[in-house]
């Protein structure tokens, strides 16, 4: 079994930039496909971001498409999520999940490994 540590969080203002990285223990980084999503207090749990087990293929939701950028580093086994053009409504506790099924999926039901998350505040 896996481990998942998010680091990178922090309070930022609209406009800035964050990347948040998640280290992954065991030898089997590699057999996980790998997705952040995020939450904020009262709602569901949110997809923000998901790349394959060699990264070749990725895929975000609408909402950070063309502001965010998921990707990841086998050889340290590593998922980063590039965040650039923070708003407010980005702010969340993000956390990185690892999913070993060959089928996709950006249903966090469908994630059998999570990190206990990281706070992003962005302020207006």
């Known amino acids: 079994q896996v481990q998942l540590v998010e680091s990178g969080g922090g309070l930022v203002q609209a406009g800035d930039s964050l990347r948040l990285s998640c280290a992954v223990s065991g030898r089997t980084f590699s057999s996980y496909a790998m997705a952040w999503f995020r939450q904020t207090p009262g709602k569901e749990r949110e997809f923000v971001a998901r790349?394959?087990?060699?990264?070749?293929?990725?895929y975000y939701a609408a909402s950070v498409k063309g502001r965010f950028t998921i990707a990841r580093d086998n050889a340290k086994n590593t998922v980063y999520l590039q965040m650039m053009s923070l708003k407010p409504e980005d702010t969340a506790v993000y956390y990185c999940?690892?999913?070993?099924?060959?089928?996709?999926?950006?249903?966090?039901?469908?994630?059998?490994?999570w990190g206990q998350g990281t706070q992003v505040t962005v302020s207006s």
């Open positions: 790349t394959s087990r060699i990264g070749d293929s990725t």
């Open positions: 999940a690892g999913d070993r099924s060959p089928v996709f999926s950006i249903a966090p039901s469908h994630y059998d490994t």
